[in-house]
């Protein structure tokens, strides 16, 4: 049996869409990991709800993640997976300060919700001609996802 990729998927254009959807992989996680420290560190009256908010979010990001690293894994490159690798290749950014505010925490997902959506876009075009539908489907389900969770943060800022 081959190791080749054997699946229809235009060979051109594999490695190319393996390395889009390693960054957005890398923007994922650490958006995911940025939700999770908000949850656990959001204060003020809003706790409650941003805690509970925060929560849902990073679920669903954890099982994104996944799926991005398994469609990689599909197209025959290893999916990155540690914080050096991520660190470089992510445009979305770690919040190192002790003491974010919960209105800026809300600001700084929202930005970041935002970006994920830009780079899930920038893929796109990678597509056209490569007959790979599942990432298609995959790229499409993240930026509904994304665009939805940006609307919904914008809400809470004025």
């Known amino acids: 049996m081959s190791n080749v ?7 051109d254009k594999r490695l190319e869409i393996a390395k889009g959807l390693s960054g957005l992989l890398a923007e994922s996680y650490t958006l995911y990991l940025k939700t999770h420290k ?3 560190n959001v204060t003020g009256p809003m ?15 954890a099982l994104a993640v996944d799926e991005l690293a398994e469609r ?6 290893k999916a990155p997976g540690s914080y050096t690798e991520f660190a470089e290749i992510s445009r979305v950014k ?6 974010t505010p919960a209105e800026e925490m809300i600001k700084n997902l929202l930005a970041d919700h935002e970006q994920i959506v830009r780079t899930a876009k920038e893929i796109l075009p990678m597509l056209e001609g490569a007959n790979d539908e599942g990432t298609n489907s ?17 809400s809470l800022v004025s």
Do not use: C, P
């Open 94 to 99: 770690e919040d190192s300060s002790e003491n």
């Open 47 to 61: 706790f409650q709800t941003l805690h509970l908010m925060f929560e849902e979010q990073y679920t669903a990001m």
């Open 38 to 40: 908000y949850h656990w």
């Open 138 to 154: 995959l790229l499409g389900a993240r930026i509904e996802y994304h665009e939805k969770t940006a609307w919904m943060l914008r």
């Open 5 to 11: 990729l054997n699946t229809g998927i235009n060979e």
């Open 72 to 77: 990689i894994r599909v197209l025959g490159v």
